[in-house]
């Protein structure tokens, strides 16, 4: 997975809140390439750099708008759904769903979505064409022949 500082959208951004949700510190402005999605798969991977406790869960969603602040025209592109507090990990991944007929909205961003108050919790967000998951075990004490 290899990492672009012009695609970080949220850095060490708190996810410390109370059933309400935030988007990202940062947008993308795509300009007239408005077609995200489509072609190779993008991806985002949501990093918790700060570990997230408290709530009951949140969501991580990628999401497009008509403007730079992200509060208008609203357009979710990629969700994990809500995600139990307790089962959220280091990373989270989310792909981008390609807007089939439309021409899309011109910024990118992420929003975190909280149920219950998170008491600690920092992510960072970054956009990748590819992931990697270093983080499969398989079973141990076999024999091929």
Known sequence: MITDKLLRVSTDQSVALTDTSAVSTDTGDLGVARDMG????????????TAIAGGTSTKFEVIVASDAALT???????????????SIGAQQIVRFNPLV???????LGMRYTVVGTNSAGKVTADVVTDIQDGKKFYASGFTVA
């Open 72 to 86: 208008t025209v609203i357009v979710v592109i990629g969700s994990t759904g809500a995600v139990a507090t307790a």
């Open 38 to 49: 489509e072609g190779r798969d993008l991806y985002a991977v949501f990093t918790a750099t």
């Open 101 to 107: 007929g439309s021409k899309g909205q011109r910024y």
